[in-house]
Nanobody, 125 residues
Framework: QVQLVESGGGTVQPGDSLTLSCIASGTTFGNVAMGWFRQAPGQERRFVAIISAGGGDIYYANSVKGRFAIARDSAKNTATLQMNRLKPEDTAIYYC??????????????????WGQGTQVTVSS
């Protein structure tokens, strides 16, 4: 059973930065793609950023491109999401997810079998 534990959420002001971390256990980390998704109040959960098992392929949602950066560290079984120039519309619960599907790059939820519990990010002045 794969377990994912997120950390790093919090309340920040617009323009600030925040880094989310996700530690994976119960799997060979190098065999799964990793992703960050978010769900804002009253909205569906949507993909934010995804990275291939080997780390060579990365995709971002248009809304975060140029501001957010996803990375993975196989030595630490960790995926991170560096979030810069945060905006109020980035406020959401952020979820870490792992995929062993060959369709991981679709960014759709049903291709991600394992999920963390979520961490709240609030951007407010």
């Amino acid at each position: 059973q794969v377990q994912l534990v997120e950390s790093g959420g919090g309340t920040v002001q617009p323009g600030d930065s925040l880094t989310l971390s996700c530690i994976a256990s119960g799997t060979t980390f190098g065999n799964v793609a990793m992703g960050w998704f978010r769900q804002a109040p009253g909205q569906e959960r949507r993909f934010v950023a995804i990275i291939s098992a080997g780390g060579g392929d990365i995709y971002y949602a248009n809304s975060v491109k140029g501001r957010f950066a996803i990375a993975r560290d196989s030595a630490k079984n960790t995926a991170t999401l560096q979030m810069n120039r945060l905006k109020p519309e980035d406020t959401a619960i952020y979820y870490c997810a792992a995929s062993d599907s060959r369709w991981w790059y679709s960014g759709t939820e049903n291709q991600y079998r394992y999920w963390g519990q979520g961490t709240q990010v609030t951007v407010s002045s």
